[in-house]
Structure formats: C-alpha cells, structure tokens
C-alpha cells in the first residue's frame, strides 16, 4: 500500500490537480482553467482577455511560485513513502500523513488568497465596473459571477491525491491496531482496495433521462413535452443537452461548432426511451409530426422501423443523413 501511495504522488504531477470551470450564454461549452503542479493550462488566453474588461491581473504560470516548488513536494512524498517500505517505522507513517494533511491545510489557504486577490484586487479604470462586485471564484463548489456561473473542482490529479490520503489514513489505521473492531482480518484490506480502485476509476458520464415538462431544449428553450421524439448529447468536455426534437440537436451542433461525444435520441415506439443514435433506424415524413418539425422518428432495430413504414407513410433515413439535416 505504501508503494501504492508513493505511485500516487509521482503520478499525480501527470494530471491537472485542480480546475475552474465559467460557463455562461456567450459560451455553451463553458471555459476551464487547468492547474497543474508546475502551470497553468486550459482556456488562459481567453479567460485573460474576458478578465481584462472586468479589471483582474492577467494570469500567468510564472508569476506564481507554487509552480516551481510543487512538483517538489509531490516527488518529496511519493520518496517519502516508498522509503518508508524499508525502514518499516510505524511512527514515518504517521509523519508522512501528518505533513499530507499539513499540506492540504497550506494548500487550500494559498489557493484562497489566490483567488481573494484576483477576485477583489480590480484595476479601477477597467471597462466594465460594477459596484460593490468582486469577482472570486469559490474555494470549492458553485459561485455565479454576473453572468457566469463557476465551478472549483479537484481534477484527476486532485482525486488521485485523494486516493493517496486515503490509503495513508487506511494505513495509519491498520497499523496502529484502530482497525480491532472489525471482525474480519481482511476488511481492512479490501476497504482500502475498494477505495482505491473507486478513486482512479474515470467513470465516462452516461445517458441523463430527459425529464418531460421540466428539461427544457437547448436550442429552442421550450420545455421537452413528447417522449417520442427527444433527444441529448454528450460533449467531448462531459456536458449535457437536451432537446425536443431531432431538428434542435443538429441545429444546436451546427450553430455553436459543438464536439459531441455521444449522440442518443428517444424510440419512437416507447415513451421517453433513450437509445444510442448511431445504432438506431429511421423513419422520416409522412404522418410523423414532432415538436419542431424535423419529423424524423427512431426505433432500436429493423424490424420496428419496418413494421412502422407504412403505418406512417414514410421513408426510411440513415443517421448519416440525419446528422446533415
């Protein structure tokens, strides 16, 4: 677990720790500001040119420190712990963990002051001035700046040190005879498999349901109604969009340039059923009438798009064809 840990930390300096997602209506696929342990990556140019119409400093890696000494500390800890093996000292345990938490303690208030001086110390001929406003981004969580919306949230080299902590809190445990009350001998161990197999797995988002008379379209803005003809994507960033009608998913796609990681649209033939869109069969014209009048339906299989061909009067469509409407 030790050794565990110590890969932990040195991977960690492989990915983004922390990140600040903006959206807002002039950007639907919203801005992100990456911090790794050694710059800052992301959307900076264009989160610097919007920051200087509100009167913010400009941001840049080497004007900040931290940069410089952090890759030193995590190759300081992922040394410290496999060291550990080789001592085998129950009592470097609890010092490694001590300065981990100690190190998260500095972190999160350094990260603080970052933000509490970009946030408040504005330029005074700026722009645009609103008084009374500061623009700082949380700590942690959702903040709305004007008409921005901020998101402050570990990224994967954020959770991968948080697996590491855990693993250090499960050694700590274990070792120091805390874990008598578990009846098992091998809990403990599984525990801490669980939770580290739990941190470094990346779930891909999946497939939201759309809520009828209460998801709204993301193109059209009316309230999807008919769960025969909605529809969602998922962006390459992980976003989610819903529509009511097949004809505002592609114009949404077209209008903003979006990059669409999965497409999915609902059977015509089951009420509110999303299905995977490149795999499924279409049927256009006809008697088919939806929403917005892209009068295109889609079923899981053959078979169901033909049994309702000439019901519906109409013709049959590939998904090809339907991505070009």
Sequence with gaps: MLVIVGVLFFASLLFPMWQIELE?????????????????????????????????????TENFIEFKILPYIMIFFGMFSIGLVFL???????????????????????????????????DPNAAIIV???????????????????????????GLI?????????????????????FKKKNKVALVALASFLMLLSCKEKEVEPIKLNVDQCAFCKMNIADG???????????RIYKFDDISCLTGYVDEN?????????NQYNAENILIPAETAFYLKGGTISSPMRGNIAAFSSQEEATAFMDKLEATEINWKNVIKK
């Design 88 to 122: 085998n000292k129950k009592k470097g345990v609890i010092v490694l963990f001590g300065l981990f938490v100690l190190f998260v303690i500095l972190a999160a208030i350094d990260f603080y002051r970052w933000n509490y001086e970009y946030g408040h110390n504005l």
């Design 24 to 60: 807002a209506p002039q950007y639907p696929e919203g801005l992100v500001l990456k911090l790794h342990a050694n710059k800052i990556g992301g959307d900076v140019e264009i989160i610097n040119g919007l920051n200087h119409y509100i009167g913010m400093a400009t941001l840049h």
């Design 161 to 181: 040190l948080i697996g590491a902590g855990l693993l250090l809190f499960i050694i700590v445990f274990k070792e120091f005879n805390l874990s008598s009350k």
């Design 257 to 265: 340039k979006t990059q669409v990681k999965s497409y999915f649209i």
């Design 228 to 238: 025969k003809f909605g529809s969602e994507i998922i962006t390459t960033k992980g």
């Design 131 to 157: 008084p009374g406003m500061a623009y700082q981004p949380p700590l942690i969580g959702y903040k709305q700046l004007l008409n921005f919306g901020a998101y402050s949230i570990p990224d994967s080299g």
